[in-house]
C-alpha cells in the first residue's frame, strides 16, 4: 500500500505545485534586505536566502521547473527514441547497423558529461537544458524500443498483419507499439528520475536555467556558500529533489514488478 | 576468443571515431560566432581573425575535421585560450586527482556493498534486508550535489573530523570519495543481493551445506565467487558513471580534477579544453568498457561462444 501511496502523493504534489505556481501570487524573485538568510519562522515558512527571497517562493517555482523540463525532456526522449528504435529494428540491414552505431556513440559519452558540455556551450536556459538532456536521452528508449522490436518483429500477430498486406506504419503503430508500452513505461519512469537529478545538477553548475529563475539545483549552489551561518537555504531543495526522486523510483519498481518486465 | 577481440576491437575504433567526431563538433554548436563569444564584445576584428585562423575555424568543415583529427593522432590538443598552455599538460596534470577520486569512489561502493548485498540475501525478507534495500533506494535517488554539502556540513563544518574542500592530506578524499561512491554502493548492493539469491539456490550450494560447511564459508567461498561476474560487469559499466559524477561531485569539493577543469573552462568559455576534457573522460569510458567485456569473455567460456 505504501509503494503505491508514497509515490502518488508525491507525485500528484509536484504537479500540482508546478500548476499552481502559475497562478499564485509568488515574489521568487522579490529581494528583501532586512530577511537575508533569515531562518524558518511562523511569518516565513522556510526563512529566506543570500538575497533575502523566501525560500518557499522559489521552492515553488522550483518545481515548475523541475516538472517543465522533466516533462519536455521525456515526451522528446521518448518519441525520438521509440520511433528510431522502432525504425532500426523493422528495417534491419544497413540501417539498422548504422543506427546501432549511432547509438553506440552517445553512449560513449559517460552519464551527464554530454548534457554538461552541451549546456554549457549553448548557454543558460531553459530550452538548452531541454534540448542537452534529449540528445542525452532518447539513447536509452531507442535501444529498449529496437530489442523489443525485433523480438515483436517475427511474433505470428504482426507475420499474419503483414499477410494481409498491412503497411509498415500501420504495423508499427497498431501491432507493435502497444507492445512496447509496459516496458516504455518503466523506462520513462525511471527516466523522470534521472532528469530531474540532472537537471538541477546543470543549475547547480550555473549551466541550468537562467538566474533569476528559480531552480532546485541552483538554490542548493547559493546555499552551499552559507553553510554554515544558513543550513536551511540549502536542506529544502534537496529534500524536494530527494522526494520526488524517491517517489519516481518507488513508482517505477511497483510499476516493474506490476507488470513483470525483465530489466 | 580472437574472433570476439576482433569483433570487439573494431567496434571500438568506430566508437571512437565518432566520439571524436561529436566532440569536434562541439564547438560548432555555439550560437552565433564561436570566435566572439570566446574573446567577448570588446575584441578586436585582428584579435578574432587571428583566432579564428588559429583554430582554423576559417577552413571547410572537412579540412577542420581533418586537421582536428591529424593533431589528435599526434597527441596535440591545442593551447588554452586562457591560461595559452598547452592543454595535454593542463589534461596531465589533473588526471591523478580525478583517477584518485574515482578508483576511491569505486573501493567506497564495494566496502558499502558487498556485505550490506550479502546481508540482505542472507537474511532475506528479515529487518537487514528491509534495511539494506531502504538504504540502497535513498542511495539511488540522492543527488550527490545536494549529499556533499550535507557531509560537508556534519563531518568538516559542525564535529571539525575532516576538510571542507581541496586535495591536501589523505583525510580530503574521504568525503568526495563517499558522495561520488554512494549511488554505486546502492545500485551494486541490489545486484550483489539479487545474483547471491540466485546462487544460493544453486545445487553446489545444497552440496556444500550437506558438507557441513559454516555459513560464511559458504557465502565467501561458493557462493560470492560463483556472483562476482555479474558484479564485475556493472562495477565496469559503472565507472563512466562514475567519472561522469566526478564532474559534479569535484566541484562541489573544489577537488583540482579534470571534471573541475571542465567545469571552469565552461564557465571561461575556453572551448578547446572543454573540448579536450569530454574526449579525454569519453575515450577513458569507452576503452574501460571494451576492456570489462573482453574480461567477462575471457572469465566466462560460456560468453564467447555465443558470439
Same mark, same amino acid.
Given at each position: 500500500?505504501?509503494?503505491?501511496?508514497?509515490?502518488?502523493?508525491?507525485?500528484?504534489?509536484?504537479?500540482?505545485?508546478?500548476?499552481?505556481?502559475?497562478?499564485?501570487?509568488?515574489?521568487?524573485?522579490?529581494?528583501?534586505?532586512?530577511?537575508?538568510?533569515?531562518?524558518?519562522?511562523?511569518?516565513?515558512?522556510?526563512?529566506?536566502?543570500?538575497?533575502?527571497?523566501?525560500?518557499?517562493?522559489?521552492?515553488?517555482?522550483?518545481?515548475?521547473?523541475?516538472?517543465?523540463?522533466?516533462?519536455?525532456?521525456?515526451?522528446?526522449s521518448l518519441t525520438i527514441g521509440t520511433l528510431i528504435g522502432m525504425i532500426s529494428?523493422w528495417?534491419?540491414?544497413?540501417?539498422?547497423?548504422?543506427?546501432?552505431?549511432?547509438?553506440? @556513440?552517445?553512449?560513449? $559519452?559517460?552519464?551527464?558529461?554530454?548534457? !554538461? /558540455?552541451?549546456? &554549457? *556551450?549553448?548557454?543558460? %536556459? #531553459?530550452?538548452?537544458?531541454?534540448?542537452?538532456?534529449?540528445?542525452?536521452?532518447w539513447?536509452?528508449f531507442a535501444?529498449?524500443a529496437r530489442?523489443?522490436?525485433?523480438?515483436?518483429?517475427?511474433?505470428?500477430?504482426?507475420?499474419?498483419?503483414?499477410?494481409?498486406?498491412?503497411?509498415?506504419?500501420?504495423?508499427l503503430r497498431?501491432?507493435?507499439l502497444?507492445?512496447?508500452?509496459?516496458?516504455?513505461? @518503466?523506462?520513462?519512469? $525511471?527516466?523522470?528520475?534521472?532528469?530531474? !537529478? /540532472?537537471?538541477? &545538477? *546543470?543549475?547547480?553548475? %550555473? #549551466?541550468?536555467?537562467?538566474?533569476?529563475?528559480?531552480?532546485?539545483?541552483?538554490?542548493?549552489?547559493?546555499?552551499?556558500?552559507?553553510?554554515?551561518?544558513?543550513?536551511?537555504?540549502?536542506?529544502?531543495?534537496?529534500?524536494?529533489?530527494?522526494?520526488?526522486?524517491?517517489?519516481?523510483?518507488?513508482?517505477?519498481?511497483?510499476?516493474?514488478?506490476?507488470?513483470?518486465?525483465?530489466? | 576468443?580472437?574472433?570476439?577481440?576482433?569483433?570487439?576491437?573494431?567496434?571500438?575504433?568506430?566508437?571512437?571515431?565518432?566520439?571524436?567526431?561529436?566532440?569536434?563538433?562541439?564547438?560548432?554548436?555555439?550560437?552565433?560566432?564561436?570566435?566572439?563569444?570566446?574573446?567577448?564584445?570588446?575584441?578586436?576584428?585582428?584579435?578574432?581573425?587571428?583566432?579564428?585562423?588559429?583554430?582554423?575555424?576559417?577552413?571547410?568543415?572537412?579540412?577542420?575535421?581533418?586537421?582536428?583529427?591529424?593533431?589528435?593522432?599526434?597527441?596535440?590538443?591545442?593551447?588554452?585560450?586562457?591560461?595559452?598552455?598547452?592543454?595535454?599538460?593542463?589534461?596531465?596534470?589533473?588526471?591523478?586527482?580525478?583517477?584518485?577520486?574515482?578508483?576511491?569512489?569505486?573501493?567506497?561502493?564495494?566496502?558499502?556493498?558487498?556485505?550490506?548485498?550479502?546481508?540482505?540475501?542472507?537474511?532475506?525478507?528479515?529487518?537487514?534486508?528491509?534495511?539494506?534495500?531502504?538504504?540502497?533506494?535513498?542511495?539511488?535517488?540522492?543527488?550527490?550535489?545536494?549529499?556533499?554539502?550535507?557531509?560537508?556540513?556534519?563531518?568538516?563544518?559542525?564535529?571539525?573530523?575532516?576538510?571542507?574542500?581541496?586535495?591536501?592530506?589523505?583525510?580530503?578524499?574521504?568525503?568526495?570519495?563517499?558522495?561520488?561512491?554512494?549511488?554505486?554502493?546502492?545500485?551494486?548492493?541490489?545486484?550483489?543481493?539479487?545474483?547471491?539469491?540466485?546462487?544460493?539456490?544453486?545445487?553446489?550450494?545444497?552440496?556444500?551445506?550437506?558438507?557441513?560447511?559454516?555459513?560464511?564459508?559458504?557465502?565467501?567461498?561458493?557462493?560470492?565467487?560463483?556472483?562476482?561476474?555479474?558484479?564485475?560487469?556493472?562495477?565496469?559499466?559503472?565507472?563512466?558513471?562514475?567519472?561522469?559524477?566526478?564532474?559534479?561531485?569535484?566541484?562541489?569539493?573544489?577537488?583540482?580534477?579534470?571534471?573541475?577543469?571542465?567545469?571552469?573552462?565552461?564557465?571561461?568559455?575556453?572551448?578547446?579544453?572543454?573540448?579536450?576534457?569530454?574526449?579525454?573522460?569519453?575515450?577513458?569510458?569507452?576503452?574501460?568498457?571494451?576492456?570489462?567485456?573482453?574480461?567477462?569473455?575471457?572469465?566466462?567460456?560460456?560468453?564467447?561462444?555465443?558470439?
Amino acid at each position: 500500500m505504501f509503494k503505491l501511496l508514497f509515490p502518488s502523493i508525491i507525485l500528484i504534489s509536484w504537479l500540482l505545485t508546478a500548476l499552481l505556481s502559475q497562478v499564485l501570487p509568488l515574489s521568487p524573485d522579490l529581494i528583501t534586505l532586512p530577511h537575508i538568510l533569515n531562518p524558518p519562522s511562523s511569518s516565513a515558512w522556510l526563512g529566506y536566502d543570500d538575497l533575502g527571497r523566501s525560500i518557499a517562493d522559489r521552492l515553488i517555482m522550483g518545481a515548475h521547473t523541475s516538472f517543465l523540463v522533466a516533462f519536455w525532456v521525456i515526451s522528446l526522449s521518448l518519441t525520438i527514441g521509440t520511433l528510431i528504435g522502432m525504425i532500426s529494428a523493422w528495417w534491419g540491414g544497413y540501417v539498422d547497423l548504422v543506427i546501432v552505431r549511432i547509438m553506440d @556513440i552517445f553512449l560513449a $559519452f559517460p552519464g551527464i558529461l554530454l548534457a !554538461i /558540455a552541451l549546456s &554549457g *556551450l549553448l548557454g543558460p %536556459g #531553459l530550452s538548452n537544458v531541454i534540448f542537452a538532456l534529449s540528445v542525452v536521452g532518447w539513447v536509452g528508449f531507442a535501444r529498449l524500443a529496437r530489442a523489443q522490436t525485433l523480438s515483436l518483429k517475427n511474433r505470428e500477430h504482426v507475420l499474419a498483419a503483414r499477410a494481409l498486406g498491412a503497411q509498415t506504419p500501420r504495423i508499427l503503430r497498431y501491432h507493435i507499439l502497444p507492445l512496447l508500452m509496459a516496458p516504455l513505461t @518503466i523506462e520513462a519512469t $525511471f527516466g523522470i528520475a534521472g532528469v530531474v !537529478i /540532472a537537471e538541477a &545538477g *546543470l543549475s547547480f553548475l %550555473g #549551466l541550468g536555467v537562467q538566474p533569476p529563475t528559480a531552480s532546485w539545483g541552483n538554490m542548493i549552489r547559493d546555499g552551499t556558500q552559507y553553510l554554515l551561518v544558513a543550513p536551511h537555504v540549502v536542506i529544502m531543495p534537496g529534500v524536494s529533489l530527494l522526494l520526488i526522486v524517491l517517489a519516481v523510483n518507488i513508482l517505477g519498481d511497483r510499476i516493474r514488478d506490476k507488470l513483470d518486465v525483465k530489466d | 576468443m580472437l574472433t570476439l577481440l576482433i569483433s570487439r576491437l573494431s567496434s571500438l575504433l568506430i566508437v571512437v571515431l565518432g566520439v571524436i567526431t561529436l566532440v569536434f563538433l562541439l564547438i560548432h554548436l555555439v550560437p552565433g560566432d564561436p570566435v566572439q563569444v570566446m574573446l567577448g564584445e570588446t575584441a578586436t576584428p585582428a584579435a578574432q581573425e587571428e583566432l579564428r585562423i588559429q583554430l582554423g575555424l576559417d577552413q571547410p568543415l572537412f579540412t577542420q575535421w581533418w586537421t582536428y583529427f591529424s593533431h589528435l593522432l599526434q597527441g596535440d590538443l591545442g593551447h588554452s585560450l586562457h591560461s595559452k598552455a598547452p592543454i595535454h599538460e593542463m589534461l596531465l596534470e589533473r588526471l591523478p586527482a580525478t583517477l584518485e577520486l574515482t578508483f576511491a569512489g569505486l573501493f567506497v561502493a564495494l566496502l558499502i556493498a558487498l556485505p550490506l548485498g550479502c546481508l540482505a540475501a542472507v537474511f532475506k525478507d528479515t529487518a537487514w534486508d528491509y534495511g539494506a534495500m531502504t538504504f540502497s533506494l535513498l542511495g539511488v535517488s540522492i543527488p550527490n550535489f545536494w549529499m556533499g554539502p550535507l557531509l560537508i556540513l556534519l563531518f568538516s563544518l559542525n564535529l571539525g573530523w575532516l576538510p571542507v574542500s581541496g586535495r591536501t592530506e589523505f583525510s580530503s578524499l574521504i568525503l568526495p570519495a563517499l558522495t561520488l561512491g554512494t549511488a554505486l554502493a546502492a545500485i551494486l548492493a541490489r545486484m550483489t543481493r539479487a545474483t547471491l539469491l540466485e546462487v544460493l539456490n544453486e545445487e553446489y550450494i545444497r552440496t556444500a551445506k550437506a558438507k557441513g560447511l559454516s555459513d560464511p564459508a559458504i557465502i565467501i567461498h561458493h557462493a560470492l565467487r560463483n556472483a562476482a561476474l555479474p558484479i564485475i560487469t556493472l562495477l565496469g559499466l559503472q565507472l563512466g558513471t562514475l567519472l561522469g559524477g566526478a564532474v559534479i561531485t569535484e566541484t562541489v569539493f573544489a577537488w583540482p580534477g579534470i571534471g573541475q577543469l571542465t567545469v571552469e573552462a565552461i564557465q571561461k568559455r575556453d572551448y578547446p579544453v572543454v573540448q579536450a576534457c569530454v574526449l579525454l573522460i569519453s575515450l577513458t569510458y569507452v576503452v574501460i568498457n571494451t576492456l570489462t567485456d573482453l574480461l567477462y569473455a575471457w572469465l566466462d567460456p560460456r560468453v564467447r561462444y555465443h558470439v
